[in-house]
Every structure is written in C-alpha cells, then in structure tokens.
Nanobody
Framework: QVQLVESGGGLVQAGGSLRLSCAAS????????MAWFRQAPGKEREFVAG????????????YNADSVKGRFTISRDNAKNTMYLQMNSLKPEDTAVYYC?????????????????WGQGTQVTVSS
C-alpha cells in the first residue's frame, strides 16, 4: 500500500501562485507514475499534470494537460518521496479540489481510471 498526503492549498487572487505538495509513504518503490488531478463542483475529476517516478524509470518525464501548460509545473524530490505542483498565473477556473494520485502501471497516468492510490485532496480557490 501507498499513502498520499497533500498540503498547500488555499485561497489566492487571480494571477497569484500556490505550491501544492504530496508526501508519499509506504511501498513507494512500486510506483511508476504520480500525478495531480482536480475536481471542480459539478464537474468530473480531470487530469492536471503527471510525472514519472524514478527509481524504476530513467529521466524526469513530465506531462501536462493543455489547460495548464505554461502555468503549472510538476516536479518531485525522490529523497523526500514528495511531489510538487507549482501553480502560477492562477485563474478562477482553476478553483477545485486538487488530488494527488499514483499508479503502479508503466502507462502514463492521465485518467482517473488508471489511479491505484489517491490522496484526500486539498482545496484551491482562486478569486477574481
């Protein structure tokens, strides 16, 4: 089992920045991919950004949804078993609960159906 704990959400004005963190524990050696998803009220959960989890993969390997390219950056610190999401130029439409996710599968993690482990979520609210 893998446990994921998010932190760093909050309220920010449009154009501002936030950094989310996801601390992983347990059998992290089994992971191939980690990712961020988000879910706004009344909408389906959607992919935001993903990253290969090295230790079982060579190279950094990140991939983003088109809606956040150029604004959000995903990164990791394997020594700390922690993944980050730096969010810049935030917009009101970025308001959602953001979830950390992880997978034991080698395929890129871009769909909620591919997730093996979820965090509890952290609220991000962007005011206009």
């Amino acid at each position: 089992q893998v446990q994921l704990v998010e932190s760093g959400g909050g309220l920010v004005q449009a154009g501002g920045s936030l950094r989310l963190s996801c601390a992983a524990s347990g059998r992290t050696y089994s992971l191939y991919n980690m990712a961020w998803f988000r879910q706004a009220p009344g909408k389906e959960r959607e992919f935001v950004a993903g990253i290969r989890w090295s230790g079982r993969w060579t190279g950094a390997g990140t991939y983003n949804a088109d809606s956040v390219k150029g604004r959000f950056t995903i990164s990791r610190d394997n020594a700390k078993n922690t993944m980050y999401l730096q969010m810049n130029s935030l917009k009101p439409e970025d308001t959602a609960v953001y979830y950390c996710a992880a997978s034991d599968d080698v395929k890129l993690l871009t769909s909620p159906g591919g997730v093996d482990y979820w965090g509890q979520g952290t609220q991000v609210t962007v005011s206009s």
